[in-house]
């Protein structure tokens, strides 16, 4: 599965079985929200792993009884530390690169999960107040998204979307051109021409979370480190940091 078909067939799933989440596919899940972009590459940012069936309940009752939530193996919630940004960028730090952050976090781990077959559901509706009290949650950081993790029990069901027509805009906000066709040079014939460069995609290489999946796959043996993802890695001078290799743990404490 390429990126264009994990983005097409990603959808909310609300049930569950209760057969445990591979901790291989786990892993994967994480490091893809590892490897997402954030603002000066300051990764100010954590993800907490619930498999505590209370707890699981209770972050439900938090998020407006939405009790479907505790047939999910695994529920992640994603959390900004708020330790970084607002010192390098200000108000609009903390208040929108934090939330940006986040959200490319939680969008690679639902496409991550789309592209192992698994289901995934975002949940951003829940009384933040009570969320920190179960999880233990104390300021400046902020919960901003839980995604529940799982084997689907019902089929996959896309949401429909507008088409481009109603959203783009050309040079200016708001400056719509009516006939997009001509604009585009034929819009229709640009979209069969992504189709097709999207076909022959997948005929090349290795996917990116395929790329993820094969570092978990050499490395799966390796017991618990000192160095793994809950150590505290400070950034000194975030822009030149550069990626590594996966480092997360590959055996995860039980309940």
């Known amino acids: 599965m390429n990126v264009m078909d994990a983005i097409q067939k990603r959808w909310g799933c609300r049930k569950f079985s209760d057969e445990p989440l591979d901790?291989?596919?786990?892993?994967?899940?994480?490091?893809?929200?590892?490897?997402?972009?954030?603002?000066?590459?300051?990764?100010?940012?954590?993800?907490?792993?619930?498999k505590d069936s209370k707890l699981k309940s209770d972050i439900a009752q938090a998020s407006g009884n939405q009790t479907w939530m505790q047939t999910a193996p695994v529920l992640v919630v994603i959390v900004a530390e708020n330790m970084k940004v607002g010192k390098f960028f200000g108000p609009r730090g903390d208040k929108i690169y934090s939330v940006q952050d986040t959200s490319f976090a939680a969008q690679n781990m639902l496409l991550a999960a789309t592209d192992l077959g698994l289901g995934c559901s975002l949940v951003v509706g829940f009384n933040e107040e009570k969320l920190n009290q179960i999880l233990k949650i104390e300021p400046p950081a902020r919960p901003h998204a839980i995604i529940a993790f799982g084997?689907?029990?019902?089929?996959?069901?896309?949401?429909?979307?507008?088409?481009?027509?109603?959203?783009?805009?050309?040079?200016?906000?708001?400056?719509?051109?009516?006939?997009?066709?001509?604009?585009?040079?034929?819009?229709?014939?640009?979209?069969?021409?992504?189709?097709?460069?999207?076909?022959?995609?997948?005929?090349?290489?290795?996917?990116?979370?395929?790329?993820?999946?094969?570092?978990?796959?050499?490395?799966?043996?390796?017991?618990?480190?000192?160095?793994?993802?809950?150590?505290?890695?400070?950034?000194?001078?975030?822009?030149?940091?550069?990626?590594?290799?996966?480092?997360?743990?590959?055996?995860?404490?039980?309940?």
């Not at 892993?27 to 990764?43: C, E, V, Y």
């Not at 050309?170 to 604009?183: C, L, R, S």
């Not at 996917?207 to 043996?221: N, P, T």
């Open 23 to 50: 901790k291989e596919d786990l892993g994967t899940i994480l490091d893809a929200g590892r490897f997402a972009p954030s603002a000066g590459n300051l990764q100010d940012r954590s993800f907490i792993i619930i």
């Open 151 to 255: 084997k689907p029990l019902e089929q996959a069901k896309t949401s429909s979307k507008y088409p481009l027509e109603k959203f783009v805009y050309f040079e200016k906000h708001k400056n719509k051109i009516a006939d997009m066709d001509v604009t585009f040079g034929d819009l229709k014939k640009a979209k069969e021409h992504i189709a097709v460069k999207t076909e022959e995609a997948k005929k090349k290489g290795i996917s990116f979370i395929e790329k993820i999946k094969s570092l978990f796959k050499r490395k799966k043996q390796e017991p618990l480190g000192e160095d793994h993802f809950m150590e505290d890695k400070s950034v000194s001078n975030p822009e030149e940091v550069k990626h590594e290799k996966a480092n997360i743990p590959r055996f995860l404490p039980k309940n």
